[in-house]
């Protein structure tokens, strides 16, 4: 373990919104950071210039920040490692290349991609592990002054020393890996563009990262980063490789089996807290209690790298359901209603400027109901405009009883009553034993009426939020369609 002050960093490529691998291994960084007082940096690794795009990158922020994991430093908030982007810092990973150059630890590869290609054929073929041979290694001077003449772009590759290399990782102990079976690798594409793993490494090595977490799907590229830390002659940071996350069907997640990206789950009406509460469990585990909904400032005081897991974690979207009911469940009306508004607003059933008052009597009737927000048009629809009169279902239903009548009644008694839930109520309830009706008729028959459907929120409470005179009316238009 290393006596450096702790520095996490989560480095996205900006290709798309962030992905929830990002965003899980974000949370445990944050998590770790602050427990341990320390600081959280967000990189841009954006080498990748023919998938970056600043949209993604604004992507990958907004959808961070939606979580509440805040960076210590990061491009939109500067800090003294600066610039917090790769396709900033090209200079030095050049100067790092000639400095390996020099010290003939690289060289100059001239194969083209079809020599690689016939070369990785032919140890295929003959049942070899495919590698680089490291014939441009043994090239003279003069041959290498010849391709360069003659226009040829070079890579450069790092050379790779025979033996073992190993690292303990904080997540799975000691991992180690035959370096006879690598072959020299490239760490400079010929554009000029440096490769992922030597990049990272610079970076995190400038940066002062102190501990380097990922995906288990990164553990192949840590050898490669070894060995150019120590052809560097640097410190290795610590290392901690997550579990892979997989689908409910065990396969790899991927766009084509659903939403990937935490943009999406915001957009489909799941809360920071509970995707939070969701991610933080897919990979470890407090090992002292039973409990499953978690604060950000309870995950902070338990989290610990030693308690996560290598065992593949399944993304289950019904335990997510659970957790995220569970928490709109813990929230205030008040809270709930402010959340709801972007959700009826894009469904196109509220102004710019909503009642909030009304809006929380609402959401105080549904909050029971909600599993995500984006249910709350549905739920929410018959307060907001007056729903079509179900006439085949409500005929049906009073077809016992003098309907009309009955409804009239009700209409009269919601003209003088006390306009709050338990005045209704009562004189409802009241009205239902005069008129000799089914408790079954009855009520169906005045949601229905009301309503416009047999299943709702709280009868009388929905009818209060109604309000008295768009009660009457609703009740008057199930009378004229008998």
């Avoid at 990164?218 to 901690?240: M, R």
């Avoid at 090992?287 to 974690?313: H, K, M, P, V, W």
């Avoid at 809270?335 to 894009?346: G, H, I, K, N, S």
Wanted: hydrophobic share 40%; with cysteine.
């Amino acid at each position: 373990m290393n006596n450096k002050p702790v520095r996490v960093r989560i480095a996205p490529s900006p290709t798309g919104d962030a992905h929830v691998g990002h965003a899980r291994t974000a949370l445990y960084d944050y998590l770790f950071a602050r427990q341990k007082g320390g600081v959280f940096v967000l990189r841009i690794d954006d080498t990748d210039t023919a998938r970056n795009t600043l949209t993604s990158e604004e992507g990958v922020i907004r959808g961070l920040r939606w979580l509440g994991l805040n960076w210590d430093e990061g491009p939109d908030v500067g800090g003294d490692y600066a610039p917090y982007r790769q396709s900033e810092r090209s200079d030095t990973y050049h100067k790092h290349v000639d400095l390996l150059m020099q010290e003939g630890k690289a060289y100059h590869c001239f194969c083209t991609p079809e020599e690689l290609e016939a070369e990785r054929k032919a140890q295929t073929d003959a049942k070899e592990d495919p590698r680089y041979s490291g014939k441009c290694r043994m090239l003279s001077n003069q041959e290498r002054e010849d391709h360069l003449a003659a226009g040829r772009a070079p890579t450069v590759r790092l050379k790779v020393p025979g033996g073992v290399v190993g690292f303990n990782d904080l997540v799975r102990g000691w991992i180690e890996w035959d370096t006879n079976l690598m072959g020299d690798f490239i760490i400079l594409k010929s554009s000029g563009i440096p490769v992922y793993n030597f990049a990272t490494v610079i970076d995190d090595h400038l940066m002062d990262i102190s501990h380097v977490t990922r995906g288990a799907e990164h553990i192949a590229n840590t050898f490669s980063q070894i060995l150019i830390y120590q052809a560097l002659g640097w410190e290795l940071p610590e290392f901690a490789h997550f579990s892979i996350m997989l689908n409910e069907d065990r396969t790899k997640m991927s766009k084509r089996k659903g939403a990937t990206f935490i943009g999406q789950y915001a957009d489909m009406g799941y809360l920071p807290e509970a995707m939070l509460n969701f991610l933080a469990f897919l990979g470890w585990s407090p090992g002292t209690t039973e409990d499953e909904i978690y604060t950000l400032e309870q995950l902070i005081s338990e989290f610990s790298l030693e308690r996560c897991t290598s065992s593949n974690a399944v993304f289950d979207i019904k335990k997510l359901d659970w957790i995220n009911a569970k928490w709109i469940r813990r929230l205030a009306p008040a809270d709930v209603a402010e959340r709801m508004v972007p959700f009826l607003q894009r469904a196109g059933m509220l102004a710019n400027a909503p009642d909030m008052r009304k809006l929380e009597k609402i959401a105080i009737l549904i909050q029971e109901r909600l599993h995500r927000l984006d249910e709350a048009p549905a739920l929410c629809s018959f307060f907001l405009s007056d729903p079509e009169v179900p006439a085949q279902e409500l005929s049906e239903v009073l077809a016992q009883v003098d309907g009309k009548a009955g409804l009239t009644e009700v209409a009269r008694v919601l003209a003088t009553v006390d306009w709050d839930e338990p005045a209704i109520e009562e004189n409802l309830r009241g009205l239902q034993k005069d008129l000799g009706w089914s408790t079954k008729v009855y009520f169906m028959s005045l949601r229905l009426a009301v309503l416009g459907s047999k299943v709702s929120p709280p009868l009388f409470g929905s009818i209060e939020v109604i309000g008295r005179d768009n009660s009457i009316a609703r009740i008057n238009r199930a009378i004229n369609s008998l």
